[in-house]
């Protein structure tokens, strides 16, 4: 194939070389192709736009291929499809940053994404899925440039040695779609990534408050690789290659067309396909500031609160610590204990436990929280620094 056509891989931000209706017109071509092998790599740092282009890859792709996608995201949190945000993440310090949160359209646990974090999309036919296969992909090709002791464990993470007799160190953990014969394993690989940030972020001050339905994220301890995206990115594509025989200038760290492959690099010029487009709206949350919820059900918002939101399984969170007693007011009573239960996201109802100071922690009234509550949508509370001092006031006729 003519040199011109082949594209070294992504060593910084590209700019596009031709007008994005070509781009377009390529990447939708490379998606149908005949070829049975498909590879790209995102120059957009946009999660929303990124998890929107896997979406499209799994769906549009032939049946028999088999597709690697690799990107590296802006700061972002990442949840399961089935997974409560409030107990994940740190929803308060979230909305006071510009760090989005988005809900993903697989299973699995929550995640960091910074420009340290290489995230990988493998999507084959169903009977070729395994959870493992790509995952050891990764891990061979750190491997390859002299990472010692990674390994993929029995939960499919790639873990690290820390070192002699210290255990290991997650470095990438996965999640899983399956659907009309296509499987699809993604998954991150933390190389250089803010560990400051996975602490704060992925820490909710709420998790003791609630119980809750749906997927809970097993908490490992985790360390960077300490390797170079860019050189990460090669390695895993060299792997991918060798693993699936391809040759032709992907070998040696290029994308363009080759036998029995395609690939390109693509960006944001992917937002001006009809369904990425429609993907992305659907993942992202338009500006708002906490206190000004009313304006939720305004037209001009997308279905996105809707989607990370609404889909939390049903749970129940309360002003005080669960199996903890309350402390005690000023005249030695313990203050209302409220408990609301929020279904769809929304508070659909609540209880009021009121003690007197003789009773201590024994209940001694039992009432209904403030009627004006059901139906309030619950992450206008949620997500402020005073949500218990704000579950506490619905308890309050």
């Not at 940030?197 to 690789?225: D, I, K, Q």
């Amino acid at each position: 194939m003519p040199p011109q056509t082949l594209r070294p891989l992504l060593r910084s931000p590209l700019k596009p070389a031709l007008p994005t209706h070509r781009l377009n017109s390529t990447f939708i071509s490379h998606t149908v192709s005949p070829k049975p092998y498909q590879i790209y790599i995102s120059s957009s740092a946009s999660p929303h736009l990124n998890l929107s282009i896997e979406h499209y890859l799994l769906q549009h792709t032939p049946p028999n291929s088999t597709v690697l996608f690799l990107y590296t995201n802006a700061p972002a949190v990442i949840i399961g499809r089935n997974q409560n945000p409030w107990r994940e993440a740190h929803m308060p310090l979230l909305s006071s940053t510009s760090v989005p949160l988005l809900r993903r359209r697989s299973g699995g646990g929550t995640v960091w994404h910074d420009a340290g974090n290489l995230n990988y999309c493998a999507i084959c036919p169903s009977p070729a899925f395994a959870r493992d296969r790509y995952a050891t992909v990764v891990a061979a090709a750190l491997r390859g440039l002299g990472v010692a002791g990674v390994r993929v464990n029995g939960r499919h993470d790639i873990v690290m040695r820390k070192g002699e007799g210290e255990g290991e160190l997650k470095i990438s953990g996965s999640a899983y779609k399956l659907v009309r014969g296509r499987g699809l394993h993604h998954g991150t690989c933390l190389l250089d990534a803010d560990l400051g940030c996975v602490g704060r972020f992925l820490a909710s001050p709420m998790r003791a408050y609630m119980r809750a339905r749906g997927v809970e994220s097993v908490r490992s301890e985790v360390g960077n690789v300490g390797v170079g995206v860019d050189g990460v990115r090669r390695a895993v594509v060299r792997e991918f290659a060798r693993v699936h025989g391809l040759g032709g200038g992907v070998e040696e760290g290029r994308l363009g067309e080759g036998e029995g492959w395609v690939g390109m690099v693509v960006g944001e010029e992917l937002r001006a396909v009809e369904e990425i487009r429609k993907g992305v709206e659907e993942l992202e949350v338009p500006p708002w500031r906490p206190r000004l919820q009313l304006l939720r059900h305004a037209n001009s918002f997308h279905k996105s609160p809707e989607w990370i939101y609404g889909q939390t399984p049903e749970f129940t969170i309360s002003n005080y610590m669960l199996d903890s007693p309350p402390s005690t007011t000023s005249d030695g009573s313990p203050p209302p204990c409220v408990t609301l239960t929020v279904r769809g996201g929304k508070i659909t109802s609540g209880t009021t436990l009121s003690s007197s100071a003789s009773s201590r922690t024994k209940p001694t009234d039992t009432s209904a929280i403030n009627t004006a509550a059901i139906g309030r949508e619950f992450h206008s509370i949620g997500n402020l620094e005073s949500w218990k001092e704000d579950i506490l006031n619905l308890g309050s006729k």
